[in-house]
């Protein structure tokens, strides 16, 4: 099974919102997002995927994803190219 690491860009708001996570569906994830029932911070938004990587273990997506979002200048440049 697959796991990914995403990130998500709001596409309802002119401030520049990016939010990372990790999933094991990324349609059904995005859906949760859009629809108010994912997480806090992106409820009231509209959101789009601009960036995914699919891994084999948890742990590993997991790891990722911390330093992602830990990387301010790679999220603005993955912003910035979609």
Excluded: P, Q
């Amino acid at each position: 099974m697959s796991y990914y690491v995403y990130m998500l860009k709001c596409i309802s708001s002119k401030k520049k919102m990016t939010y990372v996570g990790y999933t094991k569906n990324l349609i059904n994830r995005l859906y949760l997002h859009n629809s108010n029932k994912g997480a806090k911070y992106t409820k009231g938004n509209l959101w789009t995927i601009i960036y995914k990587k699919s891994f084999i273990s948890k742990s590993n997506a997991m790891k990722y994803e911390y330093k992602l979002k830990k990387d301010v200048k790679k999220r603005l440049k993955i912003y910035n190219s979609s």
